[in-house]
């Protein structure tokens, strides 16, 4: 089944205590993003890949990293999580028509 | 950039009839993409339907429809039939044609909760 697999899909940690959301598809999609979603602001990119070892910054990079050493495997990684990353996060990848594929969706809370 | 407007938090219908839902988006480009995503409780993102802006003729997915105004900068959504399995989060979004930096960018509307009443 193709499919767009994040994990965890629920995670509570403290401030300061370093993360990784692990994105996976298998689609063999060449391009894939990172969305959070608050209320009242519907999703903003975080940050998106091209390619392969090509990532750049989305709308909302501040306090996150990414990289993309593998095709398949796209991950963010909250270096020092702060309250304000409290969030539901999204990752998508997108196929040859254009549509993008997300993923189940990851709720973290950072206290 | 370009921005995506929902003006309606809120929306409710009665089962079997038809609701509008407003989606309203600024670009100076020409050639691009608009979506309706519906995100129910499970938090999936569901694509409804999809729009060319070159296309002229309005998209149609079985009971959702939409009417896309270009020069007005319109994109509002019609769900003819209302089901309980309708009753989500619904979302806007627009993408550019156009490579560079905004290549693969989804930009979404705020979102609008429709409750679909028995």
């Known amino acids: 089944e193709a499919q767009v697999t994040q994990n965890p899909r629920y995670l509570i940690t403290v401030t300061g205590k370093k993360l990784t959301v692990t994105c996976s598809q298998n689609m063999n999609h060449e391009y894939m993003s990172w969305y959070r979603q608050d209320p009242g602001l519907g999703l903003r990119q975080i940050y998106y890949?091209?390619?392969?070892?090509?990532?750049d910054k989305g709308d909302v990079p501040e306090g996150y990293k990414v990289s993309r050493k593998e095709k398949r495997n796209f991950p963010l990684i909250l270096e020092s999580p702060s309250p304000n990353q409290t969030s539901l996060y999204f990752c998508?990848?997108?196929?040859?028509?254009?549509?993008?594929?997300f993923g189940e969706g990851s709720r973290l809370t950072v206290l | 950039a370009q921005t995506v407007t929902q003006s309606q938090p809120e929306m409710s219908v009665q089962e079997a009839e038809t609701v509008t839902l407003s989606c309203t988006y600024d670009?100076?480009?020409?050639?691009?993409?608009l979506f309706w995503y519906k995100q129910p409780p499970s938090r999936q993102m569901i694509l409804v339907i999809r729009?060319?802006?070159?296309?002229?003729q309005n998209a149609t997915e079985n009971r959702f429809s939409v009417n896309f105004q270009k020069a007005a900068k319109s994109f509002s959504l019609k769900i003819s039939d209302s089901q309980l399995g309708d009753a989500a989060m619904y979302f806007c979004?627009?993408?550019?044609?156009?490579?560079?930096?905004?290549?693969?960018?989804?930009?979404f509307g705020q979102g609008t909760i429709l409750t679909v009443h028995p």
């Open positions: 729009q060319e802006a070159y296309k002229q």
């Open positions: 998508a990848s997108m196929g040859a028509s254009g549509e993008l594929f």
């Open positions: 670009t100076s480009e020409s050639d691009y993409y």
């Open positions: 979004a627009y993408r550019s044609r156009d490579g560079g930096t905004s290549y693969g960018k989804l930009t």
């Open positions: 890949s091209m390619n392969v070892e090509v990532t």
